[in-house]
């Protein structure tokens, strides 16, 4: 089943109506903006460790933990599990061709990144599938690492698209991956002769006598610095239209090579072109203190980087990215004082290395204050993650399927708008920097309703892809709770995995009725004990998993659900 074909069945069948809205949602998430303003910092947690707090961090820091993982998590304590998650891993092996026959230089089950094209062949389309079927499966197997969202932060930050060459993405992936955890000064080198980079922001095009802003001006404005407020004609406070100007001339003469490449032993990388780089002196305004970077060659690009990275604005400004990527979109004075300051002074004590600052903020008072917990709208990705893997979706092994159902998936995001290479603008998803909506901007009438037919679907039926099922196995889901037996243990372990906040009395009672209706509390009880005495009986398999089912279905559909 495809993309289009699971939309289409989504869309298609008869549901019951949503048992939430976006009124609702949007009441739950903006509910710490109501109360005053937390005041805690940077300082380290020294309150309760319990399921609440692990289950808060790893929800935070990946995507859709599992309920062994939050009990594993409380078990080790909060040091240990913050040291596991960022923990450096090795690259994860290359995308490979899953089924594609045609191919001739890529048999199946081999990579194509260092594979040529075909001009007769048209396989472009296979590889495109191939590389999103991969970057969906790393989120799904990532285990207990903040790597993957680290990867997503930057894949926002550093906004790329308009892919015609998955080893071109494949190699900017792969950039943004080996660098998650590492130093942001490096990655703003390395992503500023990037090919894919240099092709989007049209850096390919820049040359001494046809200067091309474009990469200059985001350099500055949306990766390194940021604007600040216009205080003149052509002035801001932290740059001025000339040093874009004097920026683009440093930045001319280079080139991506080998795109969409007809021939053998041809990488993707960049190149330096002499004779199209301006040579003359760049002079900057007072906003770098009247600097002047001279002609260095295929090295000047680090001098300008050099430049920007003396601006203590710098750290501050990215900070703040951080800070609404993995805690709350608000900044206001208290939080600029007590988060962001110590926050930049740590990355620039560290010389803009980010594990540092991702441990500190990640153990602080401030992220563990009840104000913080289900304060944020799920991405798309973040709620596909949390239906799949809070829920012990078994995923096929067999490489076809695997890699189907992860583009599959990877596209369903992007049809409720979290759409990889696909950002609304090189400023990247709404949520994380244009407000006053935020992360509400992820919920509306139509991505919620889409929202809900997955629940629902998924909550039923699964999703069948080359005739293989993929579904909540909500009788072995439960074996893994403390205590399956009694009805209200039950409900309250299930709400715990799935919600991150408590929920009130009246909440539980709906859902006690939503599992026994009209039943007494004892019938869950006797019922199940009679299933787990004969669990071959498909009949009392039948009746239990259904009232499961429905019960799972109606926790998803509540507002709580969609937040993080």
């Not at 080893?167 to 955890?181: P, Q, S, V």
């Amino acid at each position: 089943m495809n993309r289009r074909t699971t939309i289409a069945t989504l869309l298609g069948r008869k549901t019951d109506p949503p048992k939430t809205n976006v009124e609702a949602i949007d009441v739950a998430a903006k509910s710490r903006a109501t109360l005053p303003p937390i005041n805690t910092g940077l300082e380290p947690y020294t309150g309760n460790w319990e399921f609440q707090q692990a289950a808060h961090l790893l929800r935070r820091a990946m995507f859709g933990p599992n309920y062994a993982q939050i009990k594993e998590a409380v078990l080790n304590g909060m040091d240990a599990t913050v040291t596991q998650l960022l923990q450096d891993q090795p690259l994860p092996d290359p995308p490979v061709n899953p089924s594609y026959e045609f191919d001739p230089n890529v048999p199946i089950g081999a990579t194509w990144i260092d594979q040529p094209y075909n001009l007769l062949l048209d396989f472009g389309a296979y590889r495109g599938q191939s590389m999103a079927g991969w970057i969906f499966n790393l989120i799904i197997d990532e285990g207990v690492s903040i790597r993957e969202k680290m990867t997503l932060f930057w894949h926002n930050h550093f906004v790329v698209a308009d892919i015609e060459d998955a080893k071109f993405a494949y190699k900017y992936m792969t950039l943004l991956r080996g660098n998650a955890l590492g130093n942001f000064k490096t990655l703003v080198e390395e992503i500023t002769i990037d090919p894919q980079m240099l092709r989007y922001l049209n850096g390919n095009q820049n040359r001494k006598d046809a200067p091309n802003e474009n990469y200059a001006r985001e350099l500055f404005e949306l990766f390194t610095i940021g604007k600040g407020p216009l205080i003149a004609p052509n002035n801001y406070t932290n740059f001025t239209e000339d040093d874009i100007i004097a920026a683009s001339k440093i930045l001319t003469g280079w080139i991506d090579m080998n795109h969409v490449t007809l021939l053998q032993n041809s990488p993707v990388t960049s190149q330096f072109i002499d004779s199209w780089h301006d040579e003359s002196d760049k002079i900057f305004s007072d906003a770098f203190n009247n600097a002047t970077i001279f002609e260095n060659g295929e090295e000047e690009y680090k001098d300008l980087i050099d430049l920007i990275f003396e601006q203590e604005e710098v750290a501050r400004f990215i900070c703040r990215k951080l800070y609404r990527w993995f805690v709350y979109y608000d900044i206001d004075d208290t939080v600029e004082q007590n988060m962001i300051e110590p926050m930049a002074q740590l990355l620039r004590d560290n010389d803009y290395d980010v594990k540092p600052v991702l441990a500190a903020l990640l153990k602080s008072q401030h992220f563990y204050d009840m104000l913080s917990l289900g304060a944020m709208i799920k991405s798309p990705i973040d709620f596909l993650a949390s239906i799949f893997k809070t829920c012990n979706v078994e995923i096929s092994n067999t490489l076809a399927t695997k890699y189907e159902f992860g583009s599959e998936w990877l596209g369903i995001a992007g049809v409720i708008q979290q759409q990889f290479f696909g950002h609304p603008s090189v400023a990247g998803w709404k949520a994380y920097y244009q407000g006053p909506a935020f992360y509400r901007h992820w919920i509306s009438s139509v991505t919620l309703r889409l929202r809900l037919l997955i629940t629902d679907a998924m909550s039923f039926v699964g999703t069948e892809i080359n005739d293989e099922l993929m579904e909540i196995d909500v009788l072995e889901f439960i074996t893994t709770f403390d205590n399956p037996w009694e009805a209200y243990p039950l409900i309250n372990e299930m709400v715990s995995i799935l919600l991150p906040r408590s929920i009130s009395t009246a909440q539980t009672e709906f859902l006690r009725e939503v599992l026994l209706p009209g039943l007494p509390i004892e019938e869950w009880n006797i019922q199940y004990s009679d299933y787990a005495s004969d669990p071959g009986n498909e009949a009392l398999a039948t009746a239990i998993a259904f009232r499961l089912r429905v019960l799972i279905r109606t926790i998803m559909a509540m507002p709580e659900f969609h937040l993080s």
